[in-house]
T-cell receptor
């Protein structure tokens, strides 16, 4: 079955630096990958979607890449701020209209 | 728009008790999902529905039942709660068609089974 892995459980960076989070998938390339943000005690909130025929997608300080050769998506937050501290979830489209989620990476941005 | 709401927010059950979690959405979405989230396990799909009157099993359906009698509501039932069902439960909805494909999540229900 398709698996999706987020390698880092936690990432600590200094304010102003770029945070880079990794998402790897196995087997076939999904039609698209999504990234969500989850704050403690809250439900995930959608951030970005990237399709398999897109190499890169940007939204304000966020950038997502999709490398079908490496079977990997990278999620970047540039000029990070303490308010960016949260858990970030990667999700891939599985059969039908279902998503398979990774376990998430907890990002902490130090002032 | 309230988006996706879940009732209750917290609940403590004793082993063997039953309960129903309610999810409601006001976005006229066709698809609805129930997930559970456990530390180190990520979000796992329990059951889902692609329309009123339809339901299907997800990755971890055992011990749960669902119903979608109205388009805006998706109920998750635990007939005989077990400690292994202690978790945070999230409901999500999605509009059908060619996109967008973002799922909208509720705030979650924290369930403890003792």
């Amino acid at each position: 079955s398709q698996k999706i892995e987020q390698n880092s459980e936690a990432l600590n960076i200094q304010e102003g630096k770029t945070a880079t989070l990794t998402c790897n998938y196995t087997n076939y390339s999904p039609a698209y990958l999504q990234w969500y943000r989850q704050d403690p005690g809250r439900g995930p909130v959608f951030l970005l979607l990237i399709r398999e025929n897109e190499k890169e997608k940007r939204k304000e300080r966020l950038k997502v890449t999709f490398d079908t050769t490496l079977k990997q998506s990278l999620f970047h937050i540039t000029a990070s701020q303490p308010a960016d501290s949260a858990t970030y979830l990667c999700a891939q489209k599985s059969s039908g209209d279902k998503l398979t989620f990774g376990t998430g990476t907890r990002l902490a941005v130090r002032p | 728009n309230a988006g996706v709401t879940q009732t209750p927010k917290f609940r403590v059950l004793k082993t063997g008790q039953s309960m129903t979690l309610l999810c409601a959405q006001d976005m006229n979405h066709e698809y609805m999902y129930w997930y559970r989230q456990d530390p180190g396990m990520g979000l796992r799909l329990i059951h889902y529905s692609v329309g009123e009157g339809t339901t299907a099993k997800g990755e971890v359906p055992d011990g749960y039942n669902v119903s979608r009698l109205k388009k805006q509501n998706f109920l998750l039932g635990l007939e005989s709660a077990a400690p292994s069902q202690t978790s945070v439960y999230f409901c999500a909805s999605l509009t059908a068609g060619r996109g967008p494909y973002e799922q909208y999540f509720g705030p979650g229900t924290r369930l403890t089974v003792t």
